[in-house]
C-alpha cells in the first residue's frame, strides 16, 4: 500500500495505461443499455435493473482484485512477482491523488493574469472534472469550483478507497487472508463510485436506474468522509481547536442534500480558512448549496494550493497510522 500509494503520487494515472474505472465505465455503459432495452419506463423494472447492475459491477470488480490477490500470496517464481507487481499497480489505481491534484492545478494555471479576462480555457479545463455548468462562470466562482471539487474529491477519490484499502490489509495482519483484501474491497469501492457518477442522477430513467449504485456509494463513503472529518484538524490547525472545527464542519455540511459531500466539503472550508458553497447551475437547474465556513474569505489561487497540500499531510499520516497498527497486529498474531 505504501509502494502504491508512492507511485500514484509520481506518475498518476498515465494515458497510455489502461485504466480499471475506464473499463468498468465500459461495462456499465454496456450494462445500461441493455437494461433500459428490457425495462422500458417501468420504475419498478428500473430498480431492479439498477440492482442487478450494481451487483454485477461491484462483485465483479472486487472478484478480479481477490484473484489477483490469491496469485499474489499462494503462488510462487516469476508468476508471483507479476501478480504483486500487478497487485501495486492495482492499488495505486484506485487512488486519484495525483490525477485530481494536476487537474485542479491545471484549471488555476489556465487562469488568466491581473487585467485578462479570457476565461474560456479555465472554463473547459474545469469543465472536465465538475458536474456544473461552467460556461459562465466567473474568475471568482472557478476558483470556488476548484477548491470544491480539490476538497469534495479527496474523500471520494483518494480516502475512501484508501481508507478500504486499509480494512482490506488489517484483516490480512489479523491471519484472515482468504479473506477480500486491500485491492478487492478497493475496487469493489471504485465500481460504485463509477456507477454514482454515471447513472446516480434524478432524471429520466436514471432516477430509478442508478438509485441502487447511489445509495451503495453513499453507504461505502460514510464512514471514511467522517474519518476526514475528524482527522484532517490534526495537520491543519493547532490541536485546541479541533472540536470547533468538527463541531463546525458537521454543522454547516448536514444541510447538503449530500450525507458525505458537504461534509468533505465544510472540513477543509474551515481547516483552510475559506468560504465554500452557494448558488450552481446544473443545467438548466440553480441549486443553492450551503455556505461553507462563513465568514472567512472567498476562495484565490493560493486557499486551492493549500487544501491540496492538507491532502498530501493527511494521506502521509493516516499511512503512518496504519502502517503502525499493522505492524502491531501482526506481531500480535504471531
Excluded at 20 to 46: F, H, K, N, Y
Aim: hydrophobic share 45%; charged share 20%; proline share 5%.
Amino acid at each position: 500500500m505504501i509502494a502504491a500509494a508512492g507511485l500514484d503520487r509520481l506518475i498518476g494515472d498515465p494515458l497510455w495505461s489502461p485504466h480499471p474505472v475506464v473499463w468498468m465505465g465500459r461495462c456499465i455503459s454496456r450494462l445500461q443499455r441493455g437494461t433500459e432495452s428490457w425495462c422500458g419506463d417501468d420504475p419498478a423494472r428500473l430498480r431492479l435493473g439498477g440492482l442487478t447492475i450494481t451487483l454485477i459491477l461491484t462483485l465483479g470488480s472486487a472478484g478480479c482484485g481477490w484473484l489477483i490477490e490469491r496469485i499474489a500470496l499462494h503462488t510462487q517464481g516469476a508468476l508471483q512477482s507479476i501478480a504483486v507487481l500487478a497487485l501495486v499497480a492495482g492499488l495505486a489505481s484506485a487512488l486519484a491523488a495525483r490525477s485530481l491534484e494536476q487537474s485542479v492545478l491545471n484549471v488555476i494555471a489556465a487562469l488568466p493574469c491581473k487585467g485578462g479576462d479570457d476565461l474560456s480555457a479555465a472554463r473547459e479545463k474545469l469543465s472536465w472534472i465538475v458536474g456544473r455548468d461552467t460556461t459562465s462562470l466567473t474568475g471568482d466562482e472557478i476558483l470556488r469550483a476548484s477548491a470544491e471539487t480539490a476538497s469534495e474529491n479527496a474523500v471520494d477519490g483518494l480516502f475512501a478507497p484508501l481508507f478500504w484499502m486499509l480494512v482490506g490489509s488489517t484483516l490480512w495482519s489479523l491471519g484472515w487472508t482468504a479473506a477480500p483484501g486491500p485491492l478487492a474491497l478497493a475496487w469493489g469501492f471504485k465500481a460504485a463510485s463509477t456507477l454514482d457518477s454515471m447513472l446516480g442522477y434524478r432524471r429520466g430513467k436514471l432516477r430509478w436506474l442508478g438509485t441502487a449504485g447511489a445509495r451503495l456509494d453513499d453507504l461505502l463513503t460514510w464512514l471514511p468522509c467522517r474519518l476526514v472529518m475528524l482527522s484532517l484538524p490534526l495537520v491543519s490547525r493547532p490541536w485546541r481547536q479541533w472540536p470547533e472545527l468538527v463541531r463546525s464542519a458537521e454543522s454547516e455540511g448536514q444541510h447538503d442534500a449530500s450525507p458525505n459531500a458537504g461534509r468533505s466539503e465544510a472540513i477543509y472550508a474551515h481547516c483552510a480558512g475559506v468560504q465554500l458553497g452557494g448558488r450552481n447551475r446544473y443545467g438548466d437547474r440553480w441549486v443553492d448549496k450551503p455556505l461553507l465556513g462563513t465568514g472567512q474569505p472567498n476562495v484565490d489561487p493560493k486557499a486551492v494550493n493549500k487544501i491540496l497540500e492538507l491532502s498530501k499531510r493527511l494521506e502521509l499520516l493516516w499511512i503512518l497510522i496504519a502502517a503502525l497498527l499493522g505492524w502491531g497486529l501482526q506481531g500480535q498474531v504471531q
